[in-house]
C-alpha cells in the first residue's frame, strides 16, 4: 500500500476517535437508524461535499450526486435513490444542488469532448439547446457558464418534480418538498434559486416563476452591470 493511501486510513481512525470523544456513543446511535431530513442530489465535484457544506453529521443527509447534476427519466440508479429516500426514509426535502464553475457544465456549453461522459453531459447540451438563443445573447463567457450552471439546476428540478417517484408520493399526500440551489466554490455559499415546489399542482408556475426571474437577473447584469 502507497504512503499516500495509509495517510487516509491513519486519517481515518484520528476522525474516528475525535468524534468519539466530542460525542461518546455517536457511532453506535448511527447503528440504530438513519433518519434524514433531506435528499440532496448533487454534482460529484469532489469540492462538493454535501454534509459539510450544510454543516450536518453523518446520518442528517441522505446523498446522491452525479456529474454535473443531473436527473434523468431512465436513470434507475437516481430514481431508485430517490424512491428509498421517499418511501423508506420519509426524507421531507429534496435538493437539487449545482455549482458554478461546473466542469460538466463547461463541456456542454462548449461543446467539449471529454469521453465516454459526454454521453451524459449530452442532457446538459439540452439544457443549453433549450435557451440557447437567450444563452448565446450573452457576450460574456463567464456569465453564459454561470448562468447556465443555474439553467441546469431548474432544469433538474424540473425533472424531479415529473419523475413518477415524486409524482406517487405527492398523489399519496405525502410531504415532499423540491428545491433548486447553487452553490459558490468562490465563498463556500448556498445560493436559493427560488424554485420550491410541494405538489404537483405548484410545478409549472414554480418553474416559471423561477425561470423568468433568473433571466430578468442576468438581463440586468448585460445591461448595466449590477445584479
Given at each position: ?110 461543446n467539449r469532448r471529454v469521453g465516454l461522459a ?110
Amino acid at each position: 500500500m502507497s504512503t499516500s493511501l495509509e495517510e487516509l486510513f491513519e486519517s481515518n481512525r484520528r476522525w474516528a476517535a475525535d468524534t468519539e470523544r466530542r460525542t461518546p456513543g455517536f457511532f453506535t446511535s448511527l447503528l440504530a437508524q438513519q433518519a434524514p431530513q433531506y435528499l440532496w442530489i448533487g454534482c460529484a465535484d469532489s469540492r462538493v461535499p454535501a454534509n459539510e457544506i450544510l454543516g450536518l453529521l453523518p446520518g442528517d443527509v441522505f446523498v446522491h450526486r452525479n456529474v454535473a447534476n443531473v436527473v434523468v427519466h431512465s436513470d434507475l440508479n437516481a430514481l431508485s435513490v430517490m424512491q428509498f429516500a421517499i418511501d423508506m426514509l420519509q426524507v421531507r426535502h429534496i435538493m437539487v444542488v449545482g455549482h458554478y464553475g461546473c466542469g460538466g457544465v463547461a463541456a456542454a456549453l462548449h461543446n467539449r469532448r471529454v469521453g465516454l461522459a459526454d454521453n451524459w453531459i449530452r442532457h446538459v447540451q439540452d439544457v443549453r439547446n433549450k435557451h440557447r438563443t437567450w444563452i448565446d445573447g450573452m457576450e460574456d463567457d463567464t456569465l453564459r457558464l454561470k448562468a447556465l450552471c443555474e439553467l441546469n439546476v431548474l432544469e433538474q428540478s424540473l425533472n424531479v418534480c415529473e419523475t413518477t417517484v415524486v409524482q406517487d408520493a405527492w398523489e399519496r399526500g405525502q410531504s415532499v418538498v423540491v428545491h433548486g440551489w447553487v452553490y459558490g466554490l468562490h465563498n463556500g455559499l448556498l445560493e436559493d434559486l427560488k424554485i420550491t415546489v410541494a405538489n404537483a399542482g405548484e410545478v409549472a408556475a414554480a418553474y416559471g416563476l423561477a425561470l423568468g426571474a433568473l433571466k430578468t437577473r442576468y438581463d440586468a447584469i448585460r445591461k448595466n452591470g449590477k445584479p
